[in-house]
């Protein structure tokens, strides 16, 4: 099948997805920001589509965009392809040095916040200590670019009033750091050490078609809980 | 008009130094090289990266770029001419996503090839040949991952280089040959033989020695 041109970016958009990732929201909240229709497939974690295994058959992992029969995956690759297919409300900035910025700080939270976080839920003891220390040594650099990035005009890191690529990568951070916390029994969020992190996932709670995707918090903590204990429980075993 | 100003912090054995040297030179701009000393850095370079305070470090009319991957991204998308990504947003979506797969699988799993033994370093051997055969999926009969000409995977896929640089310094040869893996064996000689790409190979006897110093005395 020919590759995707510009000519069928009307043509259909799949998502496979697992409702408790936020790699999947991720590339929701890209598809919604530009007002993209797409059908919704939920995976299930125990039993993964043979579409799925086919369509990423290097990782088997969610998210996979398939727009006109072309699978992607990698949430970060998905929503660079997102912004270049549909141009409406564009996700990274046009400049090129802003553009490199932001790709900089996407690496920046994915390497120091987004992994050690996984990595956190589950782990325990000395491992478990180094990747918290890790990502309060990260939290206090994400901190210092929200004072320096955001005031009372510019709520988000894509400057203004719009969530753009930054917010939507670090995103995850405001319904699921809570109940990772929580699961894995440390704490990395302090609101008085991070206000102005704090403003920032208050006002990302708020943008509405973030809101509507964000999965209650008892819910979260449940899964992870049982994903903690798997974890451990292999470990353990070996 | 005011020149131009660019300047690329690195250091001489590094991959990810060495693609922001073939993107530059690829594109033919004129740049100023600063050999870092990554045991004493240079204020310069962490000035200009304070985040990560790695090399390479890009810096264009003062502003500072870091990250590789980032790099070659502003590069293409500066310089226009001599694209280095495709213009199909799908093809660019596959160049992207097997650049982030060579950084995050194939380089950690080349890393612990040269400091395992035994059955460890078996296994870990058998993994890496793996992961090449995907990309020689990627690569098929094409001349090079970019096509007719060298492109951004092209670039990111260098570290396939120091891979057959340290098994050389091992004494070893069977991870990465002719017979295992004969598409991409076809490709490197292709790489290693273009002539922009050439020049910003390490110099192999300094590098060998190298890997035999940092590598070579856990055997």
Redesign the interface.
């Known amino acids: 099948m020919a590759?995707?041109?510009?000519a069928d970016q009307e043509g259909q958009v799949m998502l496979l997805g697992f409702w408790f990732s936020a790699f999947v929201k991720r590339v929701e909240w890209a598809l919604k920001l530009k007002g993209i229709e797409y059908d919704y497939v939920e995976e299930d974690l125990t039993n993964k589509s043979t579409l799925l295994l086919t369509s990423n058959p290097?990782h088997k992992k969610v998210p996979v965009l398939i727009?006109n029969g072309?699978p992607?995956?990698?949430s970060?690759?998905?929503i660079?392809?997102i912004d270049?297919?549909w141009k409406q409300n564009p996700i990274l900035p046009q400049d090129?040095?802003e553009?490199?910025?932001a790709?900089?700080w996407a690496?920046?939270i994915e390497e120091k916040v987004t992994e050690p976080t996984g990595e956190a839920l589950v782990s325990q003891g000395e491992q478990q200590e180094k990747k918290v220390k890790e990502l309060k040594e990260a939290m206090e650099?994400v901190e210092g670019e929200a004072k320096a990035k955001l005031n009372k005009k510019t709520l988000f890191f894509g400057g203004g009033n719009g969530v753009g690529y930054v917010d939507i990568v670090l995103g995850w951070t405001c319904n699921w750091m809570e109940s990772i916390e929580e699961v894995g029994g440390f704490k990395v969020l302090d609101p008085e050490s991070q206000p102005q992190f704090h403003k920032w996932m208050a006002n990302v709670r708020e943008v509405p078609f973030i809101k509507t995707t964000l999965e209650p918090k008892e819910k979260l903590v449940e899964f992870f809980r049982m994903v903690r204990q798997d974890r451990l429980g292999l470990v353990a075993n070996k | 008009m005011a020149e131009e100003e660019v300047k690329l912090f690195g250091t001489w054995a590094s991959p990810v130094s060495r693609r922001i040297e073939v993107a530059l030179k690829l594109k033919g701009v004129q740049y100023e090289y600063i050999e870092e000393d990554l045991t004493n850095k240079s204020p310069a370079l962490l000035n200009y990266n304070p985040v990560n305070k790695q090399i390479p470090v890009l810096v264009h009319n003062g502003k500072s770029v870091a990250e590789s991957l980032v790099i070659m991204e502003y590069i293409d998308e500066t310089w226009k001419h001599n694209p280095i990504l495709p213009a199909d947003p799908y093809e660019r979506a596959m160049a992207r996503f097997w650049a982030k797969y060579i950084d995050e699988k194939f380089w950690p799993a080349a890393m612990k090839i040269v400091v395992a033994n035994g059955e460890e370093q078996k296994g870990e051997i058998d993994e890496i040949q793996q992961q090449m055969k995907n990309l020689e999926g990627e690569l098929k009969e094409k001349k090079f991952f970019g096509g007719e000409s060298l492109g951004f995977l092209d670039i990111a896929a260098n570290i396939i280089i120091w891979l057959v640089v340290a098994q050389e310094a091992l004494g070893m040869d069977q991870i990465l040959n002719e017979e295992k893996l004969p598409v991409l064996y076809g490709w490197l000689q292709r790489l290693l033989d273009d002539a922009v790409f050439k020049e910003c190979v390490p110099p192999k006897d300094r590098h060998l020695d190298l890997f035999k110093v940092k590598f070579g005395s856990s055997k």
């Open positions: 590759s995707g041109s510009v290097i727009h072309n992607i995956a990698e970060l690759v998905i660079e392809y270049e297919t090129p040095y553009r490199a910025m790709r900089f690496n920046f650099v």
